[in-house]
């Protein structure tokens, strides 16, 4: 750990990933809630925002991390990566869990209801989660995958951009901390995460 607390890269990363979200969210003066949905609404908020940080743990940054070998960059995406898909993967059932100690609609009905609304916020919400999950096993069951570790990560690369699309949709259109900042934050840090990822397959392919 305190290789990573040392390194500059991994502070500025800290503090755009986490820091700026929860500054958003403290001054933000959004309606107040009970404890326990405004909890599980930063836990989903700060799990989304590091899933935009993954963009930058990769290769693509090797320029700017020094101090840090690659195989502690590597380790930390995974790390990360593994986290907040199972985090996020809970998402919907955050929504519903609070109605456990709500009177009203029951949370099992609750849940139905939200999923079976089709409305353009749940679709991409419910295309995320599943791009979310072939992203989560296809990494854990990569030496089992029958393609080259260079094809994977393509592969990989490829859907990490339509996760990240999606969910930044179904954010922005959803979330009810997405003010214009955080929305302009949001879209602004997800098309420099895409735009490097590009950089680096365009460059490799131009030094070929
Ligand atoms: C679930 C756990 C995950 C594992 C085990 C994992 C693993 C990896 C590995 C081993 C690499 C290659 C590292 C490199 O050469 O730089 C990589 C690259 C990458 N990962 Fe992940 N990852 C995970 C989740 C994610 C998530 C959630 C995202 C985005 C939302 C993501 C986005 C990327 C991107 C954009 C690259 C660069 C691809 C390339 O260089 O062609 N990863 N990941
Ligand atoms: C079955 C799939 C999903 C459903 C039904 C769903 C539903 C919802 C709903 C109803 C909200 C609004 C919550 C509120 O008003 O308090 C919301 C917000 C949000 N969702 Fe999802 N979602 C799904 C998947 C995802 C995925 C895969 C991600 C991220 C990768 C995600 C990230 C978020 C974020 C960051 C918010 C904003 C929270 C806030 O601003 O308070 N969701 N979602």
Known sequence: MGTYIKNR??????????GIPLLIWVTGNFQERS????SLCIITILAFWQMMGQFF???????????????????????????????????????VIPRCFEAGVAPVDAFFTIITTLNQGVVTGIIAWCLMLVLGI???????????????????????????????WHTIDLG????????????MLTAGGILLLLKTYTFKKSKK
Not at 35 to 38: I, N, Q, V
Not at 143 to 157: A, I, S, V
Request: hydrophobic share 50%.
């Open 35 to 38: 404890l326990l949905k405004e």
């Open 176 to 187: 009810r901390h997405a003010n214009l900042s955080m929305s302009i934050l949001i879209s």
């Open 9 to 18: 890269f991994f502070r500025h990363s800290l503090l755009v990933f986490t």
């Open 138 to 168: 296809t990494s854990f069951l990569r030496d089992k995958l029958p393609m080259t570790y260079k094809t994977w990560r393509l592969f990989h690369g490829i859907l990490a951009m339509l996760f990240i699309s999606t969910a930044v």
């Open 57 to 95: 743990w990769t290769r693509s940054s090797r320029t700017v991390l020094t101090n840090l070998k690659m195989s502690r960059v590597v380790n930390y995406h995974k790390f990360i990566g593994y986290i907040c898909i199972t985090i996020l993967s809970l998402h919907p059932l955050y929504l």
